[in-house]
Protein backbone atom coordinates (compact mmCIF):
# COMPACT_ATOMS: atom_id res chain seq x y z
CA UNK A 1 0.00 0.00 0.00
CA UNK A 2 0.73 3.35 -0.88
CA UNK A 3 3.18 5.14 2.11
CA UNK A 4 2.91 1.79 3.79
CA UNK A 5 -0.92 2.43 5.09
CA UNK A 6 -2.97 -0.81 5.51
CA UNK A 7 -6.34 -1.02 3.77
CA UNK A 8 -8.04 0.17 7.08
CA UNK A 9 -5.62 2.97 7.44
CA UNK A 10 -6.36 4.14 3.83
CA UNK A 11 -10.50 3.74 4.69
CA UNK A 12 -9.88 5.49 8.30
CA UNK A 13 -8.06 8.42 6.97
CA UNK A 14 -10.65 8.81 3.74
CA UNK A 15 -13.40 7.85 5.75
CA UNK A 16 -14.42 11.68 6.15
CA UNK A 17 -14.95 11.95 2.37
CA UNK A 18 -17.05 9.12 1.46
CA UNK A 19 -20.16 9.72 0.48
CA UNK A 20 -23.28 7.86 2.72
CA UNK A 21 -23.34 4.96 0.58
CA UNK A 22 -19.55 4.94 0.30
CA UNK A 23 -19.38 4.96 4.13
CA UNK A 24 -22.00 1.78 4.40
CA UNK A 25 -19.34 -0.16 2.61
CA UNK A 26 -16.36 1.37 4.88
CA UNK A 27 -18.15 0.58 8.13
CA UNK A 28 -18.82 -3.08 6.57
CA UNK A 29 -14.78 -3.77 5.65
CA UNK A 30 -14.44 -2.60 8.75
CA UNK A 31 -16.32 -4.55 11.28
CA UNK A 32 -16.24 -7.98 8.79
CA UNK A 33 -12.79 -7.39 7.26
CA UNK A 34 -12.27 -11.32 7.49
CA UNK A 35 -15.38 -12.27 5.77
CA UNK A 36 -14.96 -9.63 2.80
CA UNK A 37 -12.38 -11.68 1.37
CA UNK A 38 -14.43 -14.51 0.95
CA UNK A 39 -16.96 -12.45 -0.83
CA UNK A 40 -18.02 -11.70 -4.60
CA UNK A 41 -18.69 -8.24 -4.98
CA UNK A 42 -22.53 -9.07 -5.49
CA UNK A 43 -22.12 -10.19 -2.09
CA UNK A 44 -20.32 -7.35 -0.59
CA UNK A 45 -23.19 -5.26 -2.34
CA UNK A 46 -26.17 -7.71 -0.82
CA UNK A 47 -24.38 -7.27 2.83
CA UNK A 48 -23.63 -3.66 2.93
CA UNK A 49 -26.16 -2.04 1.40
CA UNK A 50 -24.60 -0.24 -1.59
CA UNK A 51 -24.51 -1.20 -5.05
CA UNK A 52 -21.79 -2.46 -7.34
CA UNK A 53 -20.82 0.25 -9.26
CA UNK A 54 -20.79 2.14 -5.54
CA UNK A 55 -18.34 -0.62 -4.40
CA UNK A 56 -15.85 -0.48 -7.82
CA UNK A 57 -15.90 3.45 -6.95
CA UNK A 58 -14.71 2.91 -3.27
CA UNK A 59 -12.30 0.83 -4.30
CA UNK A 60 -10.80 3.12 -6.61
CA UNK A 61 -11.04 6.13 -3.85
CA UNK A 62 -9.01 3.85 -1.65
CA UNK A 63 -6.49 3.47 -4.07
CA UNK A 64 -7.15 -0.20 -5.29
CA UNK A 65 -7.43 -1.09 -9.07
CA UNK A 66 -11.07 -2.55 -8.10
CA UNK A 67 -12.37 -5.12 -5.08
CA UNK A 68 -10.13 -8.06 -6.31
CA UNK A 69 -7.31 -5.93 -5.16
CA UNK A 70 -8.76 -4.64 -2.12
CA UNK A 71 -9.66 -8.60 -1.09
CA UNK A 72 -6.15 -9.80 -1.94
CA UNK A 73 -4.45 -6.99 -0.13
CA UNK A 74 -6.70 -7.39 2.91
CA UNK A 75 -6.08 -10.93 2.98
CA UNK A 76 -2.56 -10.63 2.89
CA UNK A 77 -2.69 -7.93 5.86
CA UNK A 78 -4.70 -10.49 7.97
CA UNK A 79 -2.28 -13.33 7.92
CA UNK A 80 0.63 -11.14 8.69
CA UNK A 81 -1.69 -9.31 11.52
CA UNK A 82 -1.94 -12.86 12.96
CA UNK A 83 1.29 -14.22 13.09
CA UNK A 84 1.28 -15.07 17.19
CA UNK A 85 -0.99 -12.98 17.60
CA UNK A 86 -3.43 -12.98 20.24
CA UNK A 87 -7.38 -13.61 18.73
CA UNK A 88 -9.20 -10.01 19.64
CA UNK A 89 -11.91 -8.34 17.76
CA UNK A 90 -13.51 -4.85 18.09
CA UNK A 91 -16.04 -5.29 21.09
CA UNK A 92 -15.98 -3.75 24.29
CA UNK A 93 -18.13 -5.44 26.92
CA UNK A 94 -18.28 -4.75 30.82
CA UNK A 95 -19.11 -8.22 31.25
CA UNK A 96 -15.55 -9.47 29.52
CA UNK A 97 -13.32 -6.66 30.66
CA UNK A 98 -9.66 -8.80 30.49
CA UNK A 99 -10.84 -9.76 26.72
CA UNK A 100 -12.12 -5.92 26.16
CA UNK A 101 -8.84 -4.57 27.56
CA UNK A 102 -7.16 -7.12 24.81
CA UNK A 103 -8.81 -5.75 22.13
CA UNK A 104 -8.48 -2.30 22.77
CA UNK A 105 -4.81 -2.46 23.59
CA UNK A 106 -4.10 -4.68 20.33
CA UNK A 107 -5.84 -1.70 18.76
CA UNK A 108 -3.77 1.10 19.78
CA UNK A 109 -0.57 -0.87 19.15
CA UNK A 110 -1.91 -1.02 15.66
CA UNK A 111 -2.59 3.06 15.59
CA UNK A 112 1.19 3.55 17.18
CA UNK A 113 2.80 0.91 14.37
CA UNK A 114 0.91 2.43 11.40
CA UNK A 115 1.70 5.65 12.53
CA UNK A 116 5.34 5.23 13.01
CA UNK A 117 5.55 3.41 9.59
CA UNK A 118 4.48 6.32 7.36
CA UNK A 119 6.78 8.43 8.53
CA UNK A 120 9.06 9.47 5.61
CA UNK A 121 12.43 10.21 7.67
CA UNK A 122 14.12 12.65 4.90
CA UNK A 123 11.04 14.77 5.50
CA UNK A 124 11.20 14.28 9.12
CA UNK A 125 15.00 15.26 9.30
CA UNK A 126 13.78 18.38 7.64
CA UNK A 127 11.28 18.96 9.78
CA UNK A 128 13.52 18.46 13.25
CA UNK A 129 16.04 20.74 11.41
CA UNK A 130 13.23 23.52 11.31
CA UNK A 131 12.42 23.01 14.21
CA UNK A 132 15.64 23.32 16.01
CA UNK A 133 16.23 26.64 14.33
CA UNK A 134 13.24 28.40 14.76
CA UNK A 135 12.82 31.57 15.94
CA UNK A 136 9.57 30.25 18.12
CA UNK A 137 6.95 27.43 17.35
CA UNK A 138 3.45 27.99 17.18
CA UNK A 139 1.26 24.89 17.91
CA UNK A 140 -2.27 24.77 17.02
CA UNK A 141 -5.57 22.97 17.96
CA UNK A 142 -8.80 23.30 18.59
CA UNK A 143 -11.15 20.72 20.37
CA UNK A 144 -9.73 18.05 21.64
CA UNK A 145 -6.38 18.34 20.52
CA UNK A 146 -5.81 21.62 22.64
CA UNK A 147 -4.37 19.01 24.94
CA UNK A 148 -1.94 17.69 22.63
CA UNK A 149 -0.77 21.35 21.68
CA UNK A 150 -0.63 22.11 25.36
CA UNK A 151 1.78 19.28 26.17
CA UNK A 152 4.06 19.89 23.29
CA UNK A 153 4.38 23.68 24.39
CA UNK A 154 5.70 22.45 27.35
CA UNK A 155 8.02 19.92 26.14
CA UNK A 156 9.46 22.05 23.75
CA UNK A 157 9.95 24.83 25.95
CA UNK A 158 11.81 22.58 28.36
CA UNK A 159 14.50 22.12 26.10
CA UNK A 160 14.87 25.44 24.60
CA UNK A 161 12.56 25.73 21.60
CA UNK A 162 10.37 29.21 22.25
CA UNK A 163 6.88 27.54 21.32
CA UNK A 164 2.91 28.81 22.39
CA UNK A 165 -0.54 27.71 22.11
CA UNK A 166 -3.37 28.76 22.94
CA UNK A 167 -7.48 27.44 24.46
CA UNK A 168 -8.76 30.45 22.34
CA UNK A 169 -9.02 29.92 18.73
CA UNK A 170 -9.08 33.78 18.20
CA UNK A 171 -5.99 34.31 20.20
CA UNK A 172 -4.19 32.00 18.12
CA UNK A 173 -4.81 33.57 14.81
CA UNK A 174 -3.99 36.78 16.35
CA UNK A 175 -0.44 35.51 16.84
CA UNK A 176 -0.27 34.41 13.68
CA UNK A 177 -0.26 37.60 11.80
CA UNK A 178 2.99 38.09 14.33
CA UNK A 179 5.11 35.77 12.76
CA UNK A 180 7.98 36.20 10.37
CA UNK A 181 9.55 33.60 7.80
CA UNK A 182 11.70 32.42 10.88
CA UNK A 183 9.19 31.09 12.84
CA UNK A 184 7.10 27.71 12.83
CA UNK A 185 3.42 26.38 12.99
CA UNK A 186 2.12 23.13 13.68
CA UNK A 187 -1.21 22.13 13.58
CA UNK A 188 -2.82 18.98 15.03
CA UNK A 189 -6.26 17.93 13.57
CA UNK A 190 -6.86 14.39 13.71
CA UNK A 191 -9.74 14.81 10.60
CA UNK A 192 -7.72 17.53 8.90
CA UNK A 193 -10.62 19.29 8.03
CA UNK A 194 -11.23 22.11 11.06
CA UNK A 195 -12.01 25.96 8.91
CA UNK A 196 -10.40 27.34 12.17
CA UNK A 197 -7.08 25.75 12.11
CA UNK A 198 -6.93 25.69 7.89
CA UNK A 199 -7.62 29.45 8.48
CA UNK A 200 -4.34 29.31 10.73
CA UNK A 201 -2.51 27.87 8.50
CA UNK A 202 -3.53 30.21 5.83
CA UNK A 203 -2.49 33.09 7.76
CA UNK A 204 0.78 31.37 8.81
CA UNK A 205 1.90 30.86 5.44
CA UNK A 206 0.81 34.28 4.22
CA UNK A 207 3.63 35.26 6.90
CA UNK A 208 6.40 32.98 4.88
CA UNK A 209 6.12 30.93 8.29
CA UNK A 210 7.06 27.46 8.03
CA UNK A 211 3.91 25.27 8.02
CA UNK A 212 3.49 21.57 9.57
CA UNK A 213 0.50 20.00 10.25
CA UNK A 214 -0.33 16.37 11.57
CA UNK A 215 -3.41 14.71 10.44
CA UNK A 216 -5.05 11.67 9.73
CA UNK A 217 -5.23 12.16 6.17
CA UNK A 218 -2.48 13.34 3.54
CA UNK A 219 -5.08 14.82 1.19
CA UNK A 220 -7.17 16.92 3.92
CA UNK A 221 -7.31 20.62 3.24
CA UNK A 222 -4.78 21.39 6.16
CA UNK A 223 -2.32 18.71 5.10
CA UNK A 224 -2.43 20.02 1.81
CA UNK A 225 -2.26 23.80 2.60
CA UNK A 226 1.09 22.58 4.71
CA UNK A 227 4.81 23.03 4.04
CA UNK A 228 5.14 19.46 5.98
CA UNK A 229 2.77 17.06 6.79
CA UNK A 230 2.94 14.06 9.54
CA UNK A 231 0.42 11.46 9.04
CA UNK A 232 -1.39 9.35 11.72
CA UNK A 233 -3.03 6.36 11.73
CA UNK A 234 -6.17 5.57 13.98
CA UNK A 235 -8.46 2.63 15.04
CA UNK A 236 -11.05 5.05 16.46
CA UNK A 237 -14.27 4.38 14.34
CA UNK A 238 -13.44 0.50 15.26
CA UNK A 239 -15.37 1.26 18.39
CA UNK A 240 -17.21 4.50 17.71
CA UNK A 241 -18.57 5.54 14.28
CA UNK A 242 -20.00 9.20 15.38
CA UNK A 243 -16.76 10.79 16.27
CA UNK A 244 -13.40 11.45 16.80
CA UNK A 245 -11.75 10.74 19.84
CA UNK A 246 -8.44 9.79 20.15
CA UNK A 247 -5.28 11.37 20.03
CA UNK A 248 -2.72 8.45 20.92
CA UNK A 249 -1.23 8.89 17.35
CA UNK A 250 -0.83 12.85 17.47
CA UNK A 251 0.31 12.73 21.09
CA UNK A 252 3.10 10.17 20.33
CA UNK A 253 4.14 12.06 17.08
CA UNK A 254 4.77 15.30 19.93
CA UNK A 255 6.66 12.83 22.11
CA UNK A 256 8.81 11.44 18.83
CA UNK A 257 9.80 15.06 17.68
CA UNK A 258 10.34 15.96 21.45
CA UNK A 259 12.74 12.81 21.54
CA UNK A 260 14.57 13.40 18.55
CA UNK A 261 15.31 17.32 19.36
CA UNK A 262 16.23 16.68 22.58
CA UNK A 263 19.33 14.42 21.10
CA UNK A 264 19.30 17.50 18.31
CA UNK A 265 19.80 20.56 20.22
CA UNK A 266 22.95 20.36 22.79
CA UNK A 267 22.20 22.89 25.19
CA UNK A 268 18.55 20.49 25.84
CA UNK A 269 19.68 18.34 28.39
CA UNK A 270 20.93 21.41 30.46
CA UNK A 271 17.28 23.35 30.00
CA UNK A 272 16.20 20.33 30.96
CA UNK A 273 18.33 20.06 34.17
CA UNK A 274 17.39 23.58 35.08
CA UNK A 275 14.01 23.38 34.81
CA UNK A 276 13.58 20.30 36.82
CA UNK A 277 16.19 21.95 39.78
CA UNK A 278 13.86 25.27 39.33
CA UNK A 279 10.97 23.38 39.97
CA UNK A 280 11.78 20.87 42.66
CA UNK A 281 10.37 22.90 45.49
CA UNK A 282 7.11 22.67 44.45
CA UNK A 283 7.45 18.68 44.91
CA UNK A 284 6.98 16.75 48.33
Known amino acids: MENNKTVLDVIFSKYDDFFDAEKKIANYIINNKEKVIEMTIAELSAASGASEATISRFCKKCN ?58 ERFKEILDILSNAKTVQLAAVGNTIP ?53 IEAANEKKATTISITNNEWSPIAKASDYHITTATREKLFMDEYYFSRVSASMIIEILYLFLTVKKKDAYKNISKHEQDIADDKL
Open 148 to 200: VALDGTYKFNQIGIPTVSNTIWETQLAYTYNLTDKDVVIAISNSGASKRLLTV
Open 64 to 121: MKGFHHLKISLAKEIVESNVDAVPVSNDIDQNNVDQSLQNILANKIEELKQTISMIDG
